[in-house]
């Protein structure tokens, strides 16, 4: 091979030039070297040498220009940008459950039952944290094998084969204990939002025992339908956050434990107002603030995408408060704290599953939409369907991921707005995503029942009437939440 330059053809052995090498004797180096006896015209070898290395120089250039994407292709490369995000937003996620829902739900409750509600949601966060080492991370994003439409394998328990270099397959450019942690964020706060439909009523056993057993079967074969590689993910559902797989699935299995449960002692007509609205607008707060490494680090990267997330969350959230504040305040004459509050997470729960598919515009009708509808589906769940689900969860969680779901199909259109990343007509997609909501919610439905009842059969479920009017602070804790 030769190249031109300066007019002249230089061949790969003129790169560099002639040096003086040492003799080798006996694999060493002796202090004697080859040198030419010629004599030498130190200004025109200058001038060689000079011209050979910017030819060498500019040729190792153009080699790595265009034989270096190959090999960027061949090994993953990991993003700085990306991982810091992701880790970032990991920390935002866990945040939300610790501390944001648990003083979200404390302050909700009455004063003798509030550190039996940060109890649970303290308890919960450490047992999903160790389900998902030992077996439902593998069962959400493991190869299920002839399965896999339906549930992941075991190939990834306790993390076996994952090292510092692993890469993940959903996101190759951040190691793949960076996407463990972000998605084990999720399998944390999903049980730990059921807290809201058995409050002040449930023992602390079946806490546990329900929240375990409901995390292997219901929470982590919907992440695989969804996310891992399932059936409904390759029909095409669209959820970028976890409108199925968080809010609907703990949703509409709170409606069916507070449906089994019973209602609390005096409910509808005796039950106290929350006892702390302060401390419900501190983790209402939280949550929000949280809530931009759900939706935004759901992009997975440092991006565009997870700019937009992260306003369309902020705008259906204020939307959705403020749509809220204004129904209570013209029915009911006060505009209240809690209110707003829930307003909020009602906003945040339904454009969850379209903040990856939906412009700002949409994302604003889509927080006016939640703001009305769960509004008053919290009045249909307690006063005509006379249900006892005591923090709304059904309503603002269940109403509000399903209708999220059904309405990322219209504004995630181009034509209304949306980033158009479904090449189907909204009428096709529309159908996929009510698929999607039909599924997950007889799933979670039937599977809650049954786990439902093999926790009653095994510990029981509801605390006696005694220690619920005298509070399960107490009477599970031996603490109270305030001493007066």
């Known amino acids: 091979m030769a190249a031109e330059f300066y007019g002249e053809k230089v061949r790969a052995s003129h790169l560099f030039p002639k040096v003086a090498r040492p003799l080798k004797s006996r694999g060493k180096c002796t202090s004697k070297c080859r040198i030419s006896e010629e004599p030498i015209n130190r ?12 030819t060498a120089t500019l040729a190792i250039g153009l080699w790595l220009g265009t034989a270096g994407p190959a090999f960027a292709q061949d090994a993953a490369v990991l993003s700085g940008a990306n991982t810091a995000w992701i880790l970032t937003a990991t920390a935002l ?14 302050g909700l409750v009455r004063s003798r039952n509030v550190v039996s509600v940060l ?14 080492l030992v077996c439902t991370y593998s069962l959400a994003f493991g190869d299920g094998g002839p399965l896999n439409g339906y549930v992941g394998g075991l190939g990834k328990a306790f993390l076996v084969g994952v090292g510092l270099d692993s890469m993940s397959d959903y996101a190759p450019d951040i190691p793949e204990t960076v996407f463990f942690m972000f998605q084990m964020t999720f399998a944390i706060i999903t049980p730990a939002l059921i807290v809201g439909a058995y409050v002040e009523r449930i023992k602390f056993s079946a806490v546990i025992l329900f929240s375990l057993i409901w995390s292997i079967l219901v929470y982590a074969p919907v992440a695989h339908w969804v996310w891992g590689g399932g059936w409904l993910g390759e029909m095409g559902v669209q959820d970028f956050a976890g409108g199925l797989v968080v809010h609907m699935t703990c949703g509409v299995s709170a409606l069916v434990l507070a449906v089994i449960l019973g209602p609390r002692s005096g ?14 607008m501190m983790g209402a707060a939280m949550l929000w603030v949280g809530w931009y490494g759900f939706n935004a680090g759901s992009a997975l990267a440092a991006d565009g995408n997870a700019g937009m997330a992260m306003t369309v969350t902020h705008i259906s959230a204020a939307a959705a408060a403020f749509t809220w504040m204004l129904i209570e305040w013209l029915g009911h004459g006060k505009p209240t704290l809690v209110g707003i509050a829930t307003g909020a997470i009602a906003g945040l729960a339904t454009i969850t599953p379209a903040s990856g598919f939906v412009g700002p515009v949409g994302a ?9 509808v769960c509004f008053y589906m919290c009045g249909v769940v307690k006063k005509m369907l006379n249900i006892d689900d005591s923090l709304d969860v059904f309503a603002v969680h269940g109403v509000g991921g399903a209708l999220g779901t059904l309405l990322t199909a219209i504004f995630g259109a181009a034509s209304l707005g949306g980033l158009g990343k479904s090449e ?20 979670s439905g039937v599977l809650t029942f049954v786990i439902v009842k093999i926790v009653q059969a095994l510990v029981g479920l509801r605390a006696s009437s005694d220690e619920e009017t005298e509070g399960l602070d107490v009477v599970t804790h031996g603490e109270r939440g305030y001493e007066l």
Request: with cysteine; proline share 5%; aromatic share 10%.
């Open 43 to 54: 200004s025109n070898t200058n001038m060689s040498v000079l011209k050979q290395f910017i």
């Open 93 to 106: 996620v866990l945040f939300m459950t610790m501390p944001g829902l648990a003083l979200f739900y404390g």
């Open 119 to 132: 109890m649970h949601c303290f308890a919960i966060c450490c047992m999903a944290s160790i389900l998902w």
């Open 364 to 372: 604003l009708l889509i927080g006016v939409a939640a703001g009305v």
């Open 424 to 443: 189907l007509t909204i009428g096709s997609q529309f159908g996929i995503q009510l698929t999607g909501v039909i599924a997950v919610l007889v799933w």
């Open 267 to 280: 409910f509808p007509s005796e039950l106290q107002r929350p006892h702390n609205p302060g401390m419900v």
